[in-house]
């Protein structure tokens, strides 16, 4: 069975700051790796994925994330954060080719201050 | 709308009552899924559907029950079996084709309240 752990609950920043969220899977085969956003009021949405190819993958908003094998890890990171990534943010994993199940990590939620 | 809608957005019971949730979608999507959210614990699956009149289990899924007749609706139930029902639920579609695109795009959600 697959599942994801996101350590950082809650993390609260000042705008600028850098932000890097961690995301650790448990799967012993290939997988693809997730990470959502769900801002206040709004639907859940892809942030970025990553599926083969780099390992650094780039997605909206000035967000990248970095899948390492050996370490059974995709977390993700953002230079320089701003207000309006005030949000909770979901790591996912799908290792079960066929179907697109996915497996969530519990989230963290981020709150940046001005 | 993204393809998939959810309705109501908020939904009131009682105890003991059941209650079902509508998802929809217009896409001709063969899958159809329903995660619940909870604070803390993200999203967890409850069922989920690869094609019509067919349906799994996920990982929640003592205390629901859903149907698939139609490729575009895929209604939950919550019965009143499911001790802790209130919630915020989720319904996603793939964001391609069946086995083309493992993403999931979201609905917006219905919150449901049972006091």
């Known amino acids: 069975a697959q599942s994801v752990s996101q350590h950082n609950h809650h993390v609260i920043l000042s705008e600028a700051a850098s932000l890097e969220l961690g995301c650790n899977y448990s799967?012993?085969?290939?997988?693809?790796l997730f990470w959502y956003v769900q801002y206040p009021g709004q639907h859940l949405q892809l942030l970025l994925k990553?599926?083969?190819?780099?390992?650094l993958v780039k997605g909206i908003k000035g967000f990248e994330a970095e899948f390492i094998k050996s370490k059974f890890s995709f977390n993700l990171r953002k230079p320089s954060v701003q207000w309006s990534d005030t949000a909770e943010y979901f790591c996912?994993?799908?290792?079960?080719?066929?179907?697109?199940?996915?497996?969530f990590g519990t989230g963290t939620r981020l709150t940046i201050i001005p | 709308d993204g393809g998939i809608t959810q309705s109501p957005k908020y939904l009131f019971r009682k105890e003991g009552q059941n209650v079902t949730l509508s998802c929809e979608q217009n896409?001709?999507?063969?899958?159809m899924y329903w995660y619940r959210q909870d604070p803390g614990q993200g999203l967890r699956l409850i069922y989920y559907?690869?094609?019509?009149?067919?349906?799994q289990k996920g990982d929640i899924a003592e205390g629901y029950s859903v149907s698939r007749e139609k490729k575009e609706s895929f209604p939950l139930t919550v019965t009143s079996a499911q001790k802790n029902p209130t919630a915020f639920y989720l319904c996603?579609?793939?964001?391609?084709?069946?086995?083309?695109?493992?993403?999931?795009?979201f609905g917006p959600g219905t919150r449901l309240t049972v006091t």
């Open positions: 996912a994993v799908n290792g079960d080719f066929g179907n697109e199940k996915l497996t």
């Open positions: 799967y012993g085969g290939t997988v693809n």
């Open positions: 990553y599926f083969s190819g780099d390992p």
């Open positions: 896409l001709n999507h063969d899958a």
């Open positions: 559907s690869q094609i019509v009149n067919d349906f």
């Open positions: 996603a579609r793939p964001l391609g084709g069946t086995g083309s695109s493992y993403e999931q795009y």
